[in-house]
């Protein structure tokens, strides 16, 4: 019973370090337009957002129903398999945060879970229709659906302000893009951290503590809430810049635009239960507004780039987490082993990112290598 105890202590402080590792890849999703057009300042922003995903994480518990007794058969998951899982996640998190890739947090957990559960308890238990249903589809349809909304916001708004003094529309809708920024911020942390939530809680029913089905306990969504604040206050500029300043030329009208469609997209799917990928969505709706202002540049290689990230993520997670959770399921010196390796990994990721630090006082830049990288642009 100790090492039950023990071990489930484990898997939630496990669970809170990936929440905080979602909070500052994910930090991007709500404030990387509004830094990039100056409508706020970084840490200001940052500041913000963190507290508008703790005040998000008490809207909505949907989502984490959706993974604590959806994806998963959660009478055949065991605390390893969650443990392993949730390592998978964190090492895919850290790899693409090196890289500076906006990919899916959402993606990875579910990938590293999915390869834990199946390494551990057999496809069976997977729910392969929920997978599809809740996850597959919407990551398909959000990012073009944020899109094509973003370019039609985009469009109008430049239209109806066109015989308005330039000066003037970037004041106003920089002011708009407090507001807007705002509740993106407020709308992933209704979606995000309750990932988390569902983990834990499934934690909770795997040991018998809660019964099958059972919502998360108060504490959790706390918790959960703090952890995805404190990450995205901590702030993650390597992926603030790609998102701010890679993918196109970000203006005040367009960030507004693209803010407003991702929130309306991540807050339906949040209502409907789906644990779609908030940076898939506010991807597609920065690119929907490059496209939707004429004469601005979309770099199609960075694009490219963050495409592929996003196919890898289920899949890379899934082997991270399917060979964690072989290798802890050997006993308390696998789980060690395991353990060690992401805290060494994590560790290493942090030194190679301090040769080209990435921070608040040079986010906004756009070095030589990456305009190199970004290859091919549409005007």
Request: glycine content about 12%.
């Amino acid at each position: 019973m100790e090492s039950v105890s023990f071990l489930l202590i484990a898997v939630i402080l496990t669970a809170l370090a990936f929440d905080f590792t979602n909070g500052f890849h994910d930090t991007a999703n709500s404030m990387a337009t509004s830094i990039a057009t100056g409508a706020l300042k970084p840490r200001v922003a940052v500041a913000v957002a963190g507290v508008l995903n703790l005040a998000g994480a008490f809207l909505s518990t949907k989502v984490a129903a959706t993974i604590s007794n959806g994806l998963v058969n959660d009478s055949k998951v065991s605390l390893v398999m969650i443990f392993a899982g949730l390592v998978g996640a964190i090492l895919w998190n850290l790899t693409t945060w090196l890289f500076g890739l906006p990919s899916s947090s959402s993606h990875a957990l579910f990938g590293g879970l999915i390869g834990a559960v199946w390494v551990g308890a057999g496809g069976s238990a997977i729910r392969f229709t929920q997978l599809v249903e809740k996850i597959v589809i919407p990551a398909i349809a959000s990012p073009i659906l944020a899109c094509g909304a973003a370019l039609v916001a985009t469009y109008l708004a430049y239209k109806i302000t066109q015989r308005t003094a330039e000066r003037k529309v970037n004041k106003g809708f920089r002011a708009g893009q407090v507001g807007s920024a705002s509740l993106v911020a407020l709308a992933h942390g209704t979606n995000d951290a309750q990932k988390t939530m569902g983990v834990i809680t499934l934690a909770l029913i795997s040991t018998g503590i809660l019964a099958h089905g059972s919502q998360p306990p108060w504490w959790v969504v706390l918790s959960a809430g703090l952890a995805i604040s404190l990450g995205t206050y901590v702030g993650g500029w390597r992926i603030i810049r790609t998102m701010g300043k890679g993918l196109t030329d970000i203006q005040a009208p367009q960030g507004f635009a693209a803010e407003t469609t991702a929130t309306a997209v991540i807050l339906a799917s949040s209502h409907l239960g789906f644990a779609l990928s908030t940076t898939q969505v506010c991807t597609g709706g920065i690119l929907g507004s490059g496209l939707g202002r004429k004469l601005a540049k979309v770099r199609w290689g960075i694009a490219g780039r963050i495409a592929v990230s996003w196919v890898l993520t289920l899949p890379a997670a899934a082997a991270a987490g399917g060979v964690s959770a072989w290798v802890a399921d050997q006993g308390d010196l696998g789980v060690a082993v395991v353990a060690g390796v992401a805290v060494a990994a994590a560790v290493g990721f942090y030194v190679l990112s301090r040769r080209r630090p990435v921070n608040p006082d040079n986010v906004n830049d756009v070095p030589s290598r990456e305009r190199e990288l970004a290859g091919p642009s549409t005007v």
